[in-house]
């Protein structure tokens, strides 16, 4: 099979199942694929050239892990000089909003490396910032999700790789102004609300539907996104989801929010965050 930069993982994963293994092996944030839950999440949305800016890899080491398996990089790619840094890009159609001396900078690495989930923070300090400003999140990987997540709403967002230990990721509103609902509204989406919206939103939904709790607080990895998921398959119009976590779970709402759910989340605490999941 023929492949180049722009080849998804998940389409590598189907011709050859090895390359899991493969690809798990070459540096350590990939690893990650191993996982059957977050493979599903990350394999279809991801590309060779933005696994290589997620993890902090290059495309030569992707070609040396591959190529026993019978992968062969298109002619148009071959010559092309490896990757070691997405760095250099990051000046090409730089946005005119990225500016630091006018951002809101957030260096989330220290909270995330503490255990703490710092998705309500981020999303506080966007909606708080000014017009024409940016929020520039600093961590040690590429969020993803978070950038899925924002632009849905219609943020705009810019990455640029420091080194392979720092990211900066940039999210500036759209023209309209902050895109992240703090009310709660009865859109579609993801709501992040605060707990006595959170309590009358659960009331309400108490009087018409079905309760399905799942406290997955005390699961490992990867059962309680796998429990949500189970769980979500089996809800009907008549039901709705009440779950109690230690965090917010990014990777499912990734995998979620784009399916006909309305998700309402509030974080009373450092490590007790409660999600509601409804159609």
Avoid at 81 to 100: C, F, H, K, L
Avoid at 111 to 135: C, T, V, Y
Wanted: charged fraction near 25%; aromatic fraction near 6%; glycine fraction near 4%.
């Amino acid at each position: 099979m023929e492949i180049n930069s722009k080849t998804k993982i998940s389409k590598i994963i189907k011709e050859n199942p090895e390359a899991i293994e493969a690809i798990a092996s070459i540096v350590k944030p990939l690893a990650k694929l191993r996982n059957p839950i977050l493979r599903k999440v990350l394999a279809s949305r991801v590309n060779i050239q933005e696994a290589c800016r997620i993890s902090g890899s290059n495309l030569e080491q992707f070609k040396s892990a591959l190529a026993p398996l019978g992968f062969n990089w298109s002619e148009d790619e071959q010559d092309s000089p490896p990757q070691t840094s997405q760095i250099e890009d990051t000046n090409v159609n730089r946005p005119a909003w990225v500016n630091q001396k006018t951002a809101v900078m957030m260096d989330v690495r220290q909270q995330i490396d503490g255990g703490s989930d710092p998705l309500k923070d981020i999303m506080a300090a966007f909606r708080a910032l000014e017009d024409g400003q940016a929020l520039c999140v600093v961590n040690s990987f590429v969020p993803t999700p978070l950038i899925n997540l924002l632009e849905r709403k219609g943020a705009k967002s810019f990455v640029e790789m420091i080194s392979t230990e720092q990211y900066n990721t940039w999210l500036y509103p759209d023209a309209n102004g902050s895109v992240i609902e703090n009310e709660d509204t009865p859109s579609d989406g993801i709501n992040m609300i605060d707990e006595e919206a959170f309590s009358q939103k659960h009331k309400k939904l108490k009087d018409l539907k079905k309760e399905i709790t799942l406290d997955v607080r005390d699961l490992e990895m990867p059962l309680p996104m796998q429990t949500i998921l189970e769980s979500l398959n089996n809800m009907s119009d008549d039901s709705f989801i009440y779950v109690i976590h230690k965090r917010v779970p990014l990777h499912l709402l990734e995998e979620i929010s784009s399916g006909p759910y309305s998700i309402f989340i509030t974080q009373r605490s450092e490590n007790e965050v409660f999600l509601i999941i409804t159609n």
